[in-house]
C-alpha cells in the first residue's frame, strides 16, 4: 500500500504560480510512476502530467504543456507540479496518483494509489 498527501494549493490571481507537492508513504520500495490528475465542478477527473519512475520522462495534457512541469524527487518519495501562468480555467482539485511499475500512463484507470486531493482556484 502506498499512501500521498498533497499539499501546495491555494487562491492565486491569473497569472500567478503554485508549485503543489505530493508525499508518498508505504511501500515506496517499489517502483512508481506518478500522475496529477484535476477535477473541476461539475466535469470529469482529467490528466494533467505524468512521469516515469526514473525521472526521465514526462507527458502533459495539451491544455498545460508549456505551463506546468511535473518532476519527482525518489530520496525524498515527493512529486512535484509547478504550475505557472495559471489561468482561470485551471481551477480544480489537483490530485496526485501513483501506477506500479516504472512507466508513465496518462488514463485514470492505470493508477492504483490516489491522494485525497488539494484545491486550486484561478480568480480571474
Known amino acids: 500500500q502506498v499512501q500521498l498527501v498533497e499539499s501546495g494549493g491555494g487562491l492565486v490571481q491569473a497569472g500567478g504560480s503554485l508549485r503543489l507537492s505530493c508525499a508518498a508513504s508505504?511501500?515506496?520500495?517499489?517502483?512508481?510512476?506518478m500522475g496529477w490528475f484535476r477535477q473541476a465542478p461539475g466535469k470529469e477527473r482529467e490528466f494533467v502530467a505524468t512521469?516515469?519512475?526514473?525521472?526521465?520522462?514526462?507527458y502533459y495534457a495539451d491544455s498545460v504543456k508549456g505551463r506546468f512541469t511535473i518532476t519527482r524527487d525518489n530520496a525524498k518519495n515527493t512529486a512535484f507540479l509547478q504550475m505557472n501562468s495559471l489561468k482561470p480555467e485551471d481551477t480544480a482539485v489537483y490530485y496526485c496518483?501513483?501506477?506500479?511499475?516504472?512507466?508513465?500512463?496518462?488514463?485514470?484507470?492505470?493508477?492504483?494509489?490516489w491522494g485525497q486531493g488539494t484545491q486550486v482556484t484561478v480568480s480571474s
Open positions: 496518483a501513483a501506477r506500479a511499475g516504472t512507466y508513465y500512463a496518462p488514463g485514470p484507470k492505470e493508477y492504483d494509489y
Open positions: 508505504g511501500r515506496t520500495s517499489s517502483r512508481y510512476a
Open positions: 512521469i516515469s519512475w526514473s525521472g526521465g520522462s514526462t
